[in-house]
């Protein structure tokens, strides 16, 4: 189940990002979404980086039975500008970036690992039929 705090007015594709879930985990996921400045907040925060960015994972430290995953905070803002920029749909680009970050809550890291995020990220771009995600756009 996906347990949304939606401080925009966007309405999230809800059905599609639960069924990318359950191909993945059966695990609870928090969802927030937000808008730049309370993003920045964020990764100010956690990530010492003052500045916003499109979504971020925080996974819980440690693994119990019936515990969610951890919590997912993407961007509204940054949605609304890449699908702009990418000219695919507002839903498309929240899509991408959930399962972004979906994949870093699963212990995925593009940052470190030797491709494995990128490859499973475009694995699901193609069972899902969505266009290029910013990881897979910039590998």
């Known amino acids: 189940m996906i347990d949304i705090e939606n401080n925009t007015s966007f309405i999230a594709p809800?059905?599609?990002i639960e069924d990318i879930t359950k191909t993945?985990?059966?695990?609870?996921i928090e969802l927030i979404i937000v808008h730049n400045d309370?993003?920045?907040?964020?990764?100010?925060?956690?990530?010492?980086?003052?500045?916003?960015t499109d979504v971020l994972s925080f996974p819980l430290e440690f693994d119990m039975p019936n515990m969610p995953l951890g919590s997912i905070v993407i961007s509204l803002?940054?949605?609304e500008e890449k699908a702009k920029e990418y000219k695919h749909s507002k839903e498309e680009e929240f899509i991408l970036l959930f399962i972004h970050g979906l994949?870093?809550?699963?212990?995925?890291d593009h940052e470190v690992d030797n491709g494995e995020h990128r490859l499973?990220?475009?694995?699901?771009?193609?069972?899902?039929?969505?266009?290029?995600?910013?990881?897979?756009?910039?590998?």
């Open 24 to 28: 993945l985990t059966n695990k609870d």
């Open 38 to 52: 309370e993003i920045q907040e964020l990764n100010n925060e956690h990530r010492n980086i003052d500045k916003a």
């Open 120 to 139: 499973k990220e475009e694995e699901l771009i193609n069972q899902f039929n969505l266009p290029n995600s910013l990881i897979v756009r910039n590998s």
């Open 77 to 79: 803002d940054y949605v």
């Open 103 to 108: 994949l870093h809550l699963l212990g995925f």
């Open 14 to 16: 809800i059905s599609k």
